[in-house]
């Protein structure tokens, strides 16, 4: 590309290239930017004359043939281009169904509280979004179970774990339902409480699930939450059981009766 030739002067009183399909500058007429403006009526050296006239004259005229076509040329590329568009959209909105069934979230409520629930990970115990199967094989296991479970996140059934020093919010208490293992999170995404999870944990054991947790920063893994109920008294008495015992003689066919007691 070269801005003009030595000819430019030339070429402003003719209005147009001069070396136009000359072989021998076919290189600098093609790569010329001046000739460009020529052709567009633009002038920049010479004073403006009737070449330049019909020049701008004739541009104006390709210019407005390029805007104004005909309905038969236009409709069918416009057609093609809706097309396009509507092929893009329907991608887009298959791409975003299958992230959206892919990551939907389910919560487990217990005490009209909201738990995120995930399934466990194997190998590190992390925990992975159900998805809309997840969620449909954690309905099938739950079965007859009086277990609710949410499909979206409701604010008035969030509660905020606060933590304190000897009871911070950093377990994950975790239990399985079939042959598969989920774990509880708030629904929040953050750890819960010792005390919280002793709370799951009695929850579940209503329904003879086990409940197990485990705290990761402190190195307390793999805890069974064991249910806190009301433990036996070990000072009662043993019962006193009267047994009779009813033998028979074959000789004289009468009856015994002994009384034992039994400590």
């Given at each position: 590309?070269?801005?003009?030739?030595?000819?430019?002067?030339?070429?402003?009183?003719?209005?147009?290239?001069?070396?136009?399909?000359?072989?021998?500058?076919?290189?600098?007429?093609?790569?010329?930017?001046?000739?460009?403006?020529?052709?567009?009526?633009?002038?920049?050296?010479?004073?403006?004359?009737?070449?330049?006239?019909?020049?701008?004259?004739?541009?104006?005229?390709?210019?407005?043939?390029?805007?104004?076509?005909?309905?038969?040329?236009?409709?069918?590329?416009?057609?093609?281009?809706?097309?396009?568009?509507?092929?893009?959209?329907?991608?887009?909105?298959?791409?975003?169904?299958?992230?959206?069934?892919?990551?939907?979230?389910?919560?487990?409520?217990?005490?009209?509280?909201?738990?995120?629930?995930?399934?466990?990970?194997?190998?590190?115990?992390?925990?992975?979004a159900l998805g809309t199967e997840?969620?449909?094989?954690?309905?099938?296991?739950?079965?007859?179970?009086?277990?609710?479970?949410?499909?979206?996140?409701?604010?008035?059934?969030?509660?905020?774990?606060?933590?304190?020093?000897?009871?911070?919010?950093?377990?994950?208490?975790?239990?399985?339902?079939?042959?598969?293992?989920?774990?509880?999170?708030?629904?929040?995404?953050?750890?819960?409480?010792?005390?919280?999870?002793?709370?799951?944990?009695?929850?579940?054991?209503?329904?003879?699930i086990e409940v197990n947790s485990?705290?990761?920063?402190?190195?307390?893994?793999?805890?069974?939450?064991?249910?806190?109920?009301?433990?036996?008294?070990?000072?009662?008495?043993?019962?006193?059981?009267?047994?009779?015992?009813?033998?028979?003689?074959?000789?004289?066919?009468?009856?015994?009766?002994?009384?034992?007691?039994?400590?």
């Amino acid at each position: 590309m070269i801005g003009c030739c030595n000819s430019f002067k030339d070429c402003s009183d003719a209005g147009e290239c001069i070396k136009l399909n000359n072989p021998l500058y076919e290189e600098v007429y093609k790569g010329c930017l001046y000739k460009s403006n020529l052709d567009m009526g633009k002038n920049f050296y010479t004073d403006y004359n009737e070449n330049n006239r019909i020049k701008a004259e004739e541009y104006q005229k390709k210019q407005c043939s390029r805007k104004v076509k005909k309905p038969s040329e236009t409709l069918p590329k416009i057609k093609k281009e809706v097309e396009i568009v509507e092929d893009i959209k329907k991608e887009e909105n298959a791409l975003e169904k299958s992230f959206r069934d892919k990551y939907k979230r389910a919560y487990l409520v217990i005490n009209e509280r909201q738990f995120y629930i995930g399934t466990r990970g194997s190998y590190n115990g992390a925990t992975y979004a159900l998805g809309t199967e997840g969620i449909e094989r954690l309905i099938q296991n739950i079965g007859d179970l009086p277990i609710h479970i949410d499909t979206e996140y409701l604010d008035e059934m969030y509660q905020d774990e606060n933590g304190t020093f000897d009871d911070r919010a950093d377990w994950t208490p975790y239990f399985k339902i079939g042959q598969q293992q989920y774990n509880l999170m708030n629904s929040n995404l953050l750890g819960l409480k010792e005390s919280t999870c002793n709370m799951i944990a009695n929850y579940f054991a209503d329904l003879g699930i086990e409940v197990n947790s485990e705290c990761p920063k402190n190195g307390r893994n793999n805890r069974v939450f064991k249910p806190s109920k009301p433990k036996k008294s070990k000072d009662k008495q043993k019962p006193i059981v009267d047994t009779i015992k009813l033998s028979e003689d074959k000789k004289t066919k009468k009856a015994k009766v002994e009384q034992l007691s039994l400590f």
